[in-house]
């Protein structure tokens, strides 16, 4: 049986809120048969609701799938709960009567409905206006460097329809800006999981206290000298105590000095702590909505659960440094500079630095496929579950598992 592999994307409000997702899935063959999407269709919808469950993959949102005309026509679409997915029509379905008697009773019973994104769609609207009365959004891929008054027009017209326009790929800000003006109220592309580096040239001071503190934390440094420099920055101190306190540890009794958190919790895990201070602080209004927060939760993720997989007996200072690995691997984003130049400031491994700048290693091999399974790449799982010896379907079970990670991390607002 074919592996099918689940990945999720954000797609976003003019805010830079998390509106819904998009679930993408491809076979290692990425054949695009209409067999293979009425399969690949009901692998995920079916792994989601029986296997991994809508609440771990999707939380409180919907998700757009995509589906072709078998799957439209099969009266086993109208079993799938209609809380939880946004049916989206593969612009190859040809709107004849059977097409619009079935959207015309799942538009009855409530489902949403989406047409899959398109450019030509719009410059050829005729045989999709039967469809409008039925479609809640229409999804559009529009080229960054387009200005056209007809596809302007367009989309105006389908918005008097009441329908809601999504537009796919965005690569920047300029594009998304271009999008805005002609009319688009959602976006979804890479720009959203990535954000572009914002120009600076050199760290600021509570930039560098912290990394200050990580390495401290990293370096045998006595730990009089840690509570110490912890101490001196108040602001990070009354934070570190805040969260020790919000019952994402299970103590007793409240803990109410520094000296009793480095004893209690340990070097590594207030290392971690501080680098995803570092992102949760830096990005958008809400962090439990920042996209860049939550893709550096999934790779943290992915890479101690590659790790594991590859060696069930990994020790901790290597998941340690599979999960530094992860985490670093944005923090150029933030800081605005070039990753080499962040690292001269980072106490890391020579394997985390020959992972993140070259590629090499076991951590390295992870990092190049979790990178490739965010692009929908799938050929590398399966090169990499060769190499390794593993079963596809367990890769497959690790991605799941990080997007439940990741959501119950974000509903927690950590």
């Known amino acids: 049986m074919k592996n099918v592999y689940i990945a999720r994307q954000p797609i976003m409000d003019k805010e830079g809120e998390i509106f819904a997702y998009e679930l993408l899935y491809r076979d290692v063959e990425q054949t695009s048969s209409f067999d293979n999407h009425r399969y690949a269709t ?68 409530g489902y949403e409905l989406a047409l899959n994104d398109t450019l030509e769609m719009l410059v050829s609207m005729e045989q999709y206006r039967g469809a409008f009365s039925y479609l809640d959004y229409i999804k559009i891929n529009i080229p960054a460097n387009l200005e056209n008054a007809h596809l302007e027009s367009m989309i105006k017209e389908c918005k008097t329809r009441g329908i809601t326009i999504l537009a796919t790929r965005i690569e920047s800000e300029e594009h998304k800006e271009l999008a805005q003006k002609m009319g688009c109220s959602y976006f979804q592309g890479y720009f959203f999981a990535k954000p572009k580096i914002i120009e600076n040239k050199k760290l600021d001071a509570s930039q560098l206290s912290i990394i200050h503190l990580y390495n401290l934390l990293m370096e045998d440094t006595n730990i009089d000298e840690i509570t110490q420099e912890f101490e001196k920055n108040y602001a990070i101190s009354v934070q570190l105590l805040q969260f020790i306190n919000s019952g994402a540890f299970s103590f007793r009794k409240r ?108 951590l390295g091999e992870i990092y190049t496929l979790i990178s490739q399974i965010e692009q929908f790449q799938t050929e590398p799982i399966k090169d990499f579950a060769q190499k390794y010896q593993l079963d596809p379907e367990e890769i497959t079970t690790v991605i799941a598992q990080s997007i439940e990670d990741v959501n119950q991390f974000e509903n927690k607002g950590e």
Request: hydrophobic share 50%; net charge negative.
């Open 42 to 109: 009901s692998a995920v919808i079916n792994n989601i609701l029986n296997k991994f469950g809508t609440k771990a993959l999707l939380g409180e949102r919907k998700a757009f799938v995509k589906i072709d005309r078998k799957f439209l026509l099969n009266d086993l679409i109208f079993s799938i709960p209609k809380e939880f997915f946004i049916f989206t029509l593969l612009d190859s379905i040809e709107m004849d009567e059977y097409v619009l008697e079935r959207l015309e009773q799942l538009k009855a019973k």
């Open 255 to 362: 803990i109410s000095s520094i000296h009793h958190v480095l004893v209690l919790v340990g070097r590594v895990p207030l290392a971690q702590w501080l680098m995803l201070m570092i992102y949760s602080k830096s990005v958008a209004k809400q962090e439990e909505s920042s996209p860049l927060l939550l893709m550096i939760k999934s790779r943290t993720e992915l890479m101690q659960g590659l790790l594991r997989l590859i060696d069930p007996n990994v020790r901790s200072n290597k998941l340690g440094e599979a999960y530094f690995t992860g985490v670093i691997s944005l923090i150029d984003v933030i800081f605005g500079m070039q990753i080499e130049e962040i690292l001269e400031h980072l106490h890391v491994s020579d394997e985390v630095r020959d992972a993140l700048l070259k590629g090499e290693g076991v």
